[in-house]
């Protein structure tokens, strides 16, 4: 029994160091991209016009390139990504329940989204919104996953007392290694978006400029100064991300896994329709790919910790980042 106590001590060390040891190298990745931005010193354009030296962007490109084979490394090499490694770690227990009765509980979700959203534009439209304006988007979007949520709660509440140890928790340290698997995972979004763009720009020729691909963020660096624009922004921060992973990751990632018995094919799946439900007149394509690699991250994480606090808060801080650079971006062209 000591033998055996030692032995599971030693596993949980190891796991740890392990992922510290894949956090440290991001953060020094990240400081290096941030030196490279604020090295790029600006150089004459056509007509006398300053633009900034794309050295910058490149020494941060090809870091995130660098460091995301050094995580993929490790995480290999620390038996973090092999094709049995969820499996040994045991499985989430969703037995209770056949695969279409998770399917129903995400689609649920998914149709309050859409009445709800209904009913916010119709009282947008009564307020006298204009179709489009930014206090429609507003009123739709809260209204929408307000009554996701709501519904939402409740198929949670009676999940979990049908499926205790299904994954449907959300513990205070789910949320601190959700932020911790974020900072994992950023290096190999950002290469997706790289390599996605630097694709566009060869069949093109053209270069992309406009870097903010969803349409919210859009509207956050044109329209910083509208109160409308915010709310919206908080709404893709806080209620966006748990309505997204409730259904992806917490039913639809559950429904496959319980039909395919398969978590990386269930993963793989969840994360190619996570993806799709992004497509749209918008959203460029090589927008979607950064999508789709979060989309496997948080998949992941999801079934190694077996709590769904973990995707949620990784969603969240990805949402966060990236409205923040949003703002950012828009300080700065002002």
Known sequence: MALASSSRLCSRIRSRVMF?????????????????????????????????????????????????????????????????????????????????????????V?????????????????????????????????????????????????????APQAGFAAPPKSFAMGLGWLLVALPMVYSAGSIAVLIQEACTGREITDRLAHPTLKLLAEHHGNVWAWVKGLV?????????????????????????????????????VFAAAHIGADMPWYGIAPVFVLGLAMGFAFERTRMLGTSVAMHVGFNALNVAMALLGAGAGS
């Open 20 to 108: 510290v040891g894949a956090v440290k190298p991001v953060i020094v990745g990240v400081a290096l991209g941030v030196c490279g931005r604020a090295w790029a010193k600006p150089v004459e354009g056509a007509g006398g016009a300053q633009r900034g030296a794309v050295v910058g962007l490149d020494v941060t490109t090809i870091g995130a390139f660098v460091l995301s084979l050094v995580i993929l490394v490790g995480l290999v090499m620390g038996k973090v990504l092999r094709p049995r490694a969820l499996g040994e770690r045991g499985l989430r227990k969703i037995d209770s329940h056949p695969w279409w009765v998770w399917m129903l509980c995400g689609v649920m």
């Open 110 to 162: 998914f149709f309050a989204l859409m009445l709800g959203a209904s009913v916010g534009a119709a009282l947008a439209m009564a307020a006298g919104a204009g179709s489009g304006s930014e206090q429609y988007q507003t009123m739709a979007g809260v209204a929408g996953y307000a009554t996701a949520l709501a519904v939402g709660a409740v198929l949670v509440r009676l999940v979990r007392a049908t």
């Open 236 to 272: 893709a921060i806080v209620l966006a991300p748990i309505q997204e992973e409730l259904v992806f990751r917490g039913f639809l990632q559950t429904a496959l896994l319980r039909l395919l018995g398969r978590p990386w094919l269930s993963i793989l799946v969840a994360s190619l």
